[in-house]
């Protein structure tokens, strides 16, 4: 991979700064087990290195070393219990350090490749402790700056700078995300076979996992398979119902190939055959999706999609009178919130809700080749709905249809490719 480089771009735009960045913590499921560990994505992004307890630092203007790892050392004893460590000597060779430190170096050595910095850049983490560590570090260079006259005067966040990098993918990143995707376009599909009235969702669930798993991947986020009303809830995870015939079945999955994720949400009948209230609504789903992912193309104000989908769904909900009113006012006050609450989608990359801005205040962010973006419009009709103020009541026929469809989609030099198309989505 392209880690080098990455580096390299981004030293020239820090100049005489000097970057950290701390690895992810390790964090804990319960007593003194650990989730699996997965690295930070900053981090992995210029280092490909995925160990915790690490540090790297990028200091373009050092005179002897401009990238530097802190890593856990060798200790053949504890690597028995917690797992393989890469070492001191072998970081070196492998990752391209140009001088590597055990992490318990970190406050030795870490003054030599800031003192003579203008600036230090460095994200605040979660972890307190740590982030209190690099702030003693800059304090104590400050109260030297009298009687020196240089040294780091300001800290500053990187993802202004590293982020858009982040954001456009590279030939290799995408060749990634590809893979990322025909696995979740594979699993999906297995996972529609598999699904009928009397399975549980969790079957279901094991069904896709179970592909993620022999394709060498995890589940990117934890997977929602939401058969009726359960639908209507946005982060359901239970996956514990027992399908009927005549629901419809929600599946949000996708998994994270060598860091890089896909995330994917098709709606179906499980049986089969639509209902008539439930074919309405997914075909408003269905449009407003295929709209929205039109407006993908270089130059077009991110927001563009939204603001598609949004029309479609108003436009939809209109006509079957689930929304009454002038559909201008509908959409400038958002009245078609209670039935479709959150965003057309989000970046993805190294992170499922990627890192990236999507405006810079009142001026929109236009789309870039090699970009990706997902497109996910829904509509959710909960049997407590509250319609807004002069809205009318939702009749119950309509109750517990929950309905999102979504697609990752690449922004290319002419428009978009849909990553992943591979999953049906049209209305036999
Ligand atoms: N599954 C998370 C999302 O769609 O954003
Ligand atoms: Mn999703
Ligand atoms: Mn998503």
């Given at each position: 991979m392209e880690y080098a480089e990455r580096r390299e771009r981004l030293m020239a735009k820090i100049g005489k700064g000097t970057a950290i960045f701390r690895s992810a913590p390790m964090a804990v499921m319960h007593n003194d087990v650990e989730y699996n560990f997965r690295q930070d994505s900053d981090f992995f992004y210029l280092t490909g290195f995925n160990e915790a307890e690490a540090v790297a630092v990028l200091a373009p203007h050092h005179e002897a070393h401009r990238f530097i790892l802190f890593v856990q050392p060798k200790d053949l004893e504890k690597e028995t219990w917690t797992g393989y460590r890469v070492g001191v000597e072998a970081a070196k060779e492998r990752f391209g350090a140009d001088e590597v430190y055990a992490i318990a170096e970190l406050d030795e050595k870490l003054p030599q490749y800031l003192e003579k910095a203008d600036r230090i850049y460095y994200r605040f983490g979660r972890d307190k402790a740590f982030n209190d560590r690099i702030l003693r570090h800059w304090q104590r260079l400050l109260a030297t700056y009298p009687k020196k006259g240089y040294g780091p005067i300001a800290l500053e966040d990187l993802a202004p700078i590293l982020h858009p990098m982040r954001q456009v993918k590279s030939p290799a990143e995408l060749e990634l995300m590809r893979t990322a995707a025909a696995i979740a376009v594979d699993?999906?599909?297995?996972?529609?076979?598999?699904?009928?009235?009397?399975?549980?969702?969790?079957?279901?669930?094991?069904?896709?996992?179970?592909?993620?798993?022999?394709?060498?991947?995890?589940?990117?986020?934890?997977?929602?398979?939401a058969s009726g009303a359960n639908a209507c809830v946005l982060?359901?995870?239970?996956?514990?119902?027992?399908?009927?015939?005549?629901?419809?079945?929600?599946?949000?999955?996708?998994?994270?190939?060598?860091?890089?994720?896909?995330?994917?949400?098709?709606?179906?009948?499980?049986?089969?055959?639509?209902?008539?209230?439930?074919?309405?609504?997914?075909?408003?789903?269905?449009?407003?999706?295929?709209?929205?992912?039109?407006?993908?193309?270089?130059?077009?104000?991110?927001?563009?999609?939204?603001?598609?989908?949004?029309?479609?769904?108003?436009?939809?909900?209109?006509?079957?009178?689930?929304?009454?009113?002038?559909?201008?006012?509908?959409?400038?006050?958002?009245?078609?919130?209670?039935?479709?609450?959150?965003?057309?989608?989000?970046?993805?990359?190294?992170?499922v809700h990627d890192v990236g801005v999507y405006q810079h205040g009142e001026t929109p962010h236009n789309l870039e080749p090699g970009q990706v973006l997902t497109v996910e419009p829904g509509i959710y009709i909960s049997s407590y709905i509250k319609p807004v103020e002069g809205q009318p009541e939702v009749d119950p026929r309509w109750h517990g249809i929950g309905i999102r469809i979504e697609d990752d989609v690449l922004v290319t030099a002419t428009g978009h490719e849909i990553l992943t198309a591979g999953v049906p989505k049209a209305i036999p």
């Open positions: 699993a999906h599909n297995r996972a529609r076979d598999f699904a009928q009235p009397g399975r549980y969702e969790y079957e279901v669930q094991a069904e896709i996992e179970h592909t993620f798993g022999l394709r060498g991947t995890v589940p990117a986020y934890p997977s929602i398979v982060h359901y995870t239970e996956n514990t119902r027992q399908m009927q015939s005549g629901d419809l079945l929600l599946i949000d999955a996708g998994c994270s190939y060598q860091y890089y994720n896909s995330d994917i949400t098709r709606t179906f009948p499980i049986s089969g055959k639509f209902t008539a209230e439930q074919q309405a609504i997914y075909e408003i789903v269905l449009r407003a999706q295929l709209a929205a992912i039109a407006e993908v193309h270089p130059g077009n104000p991110y927001k563009q999609n939204h603001d598609a989908a949004v029309r479609v769904i108003v436009e939809g909900l209109l006509d079957l009178g689930l929304l009454q009113g002038d559909i201008e006012e509908i959409i400038k006050e958002e009245k078609y919130k209670p039935f479709y609450m959150h965003r057309t989608g989000h970046w993805l990359g190294l992170d």
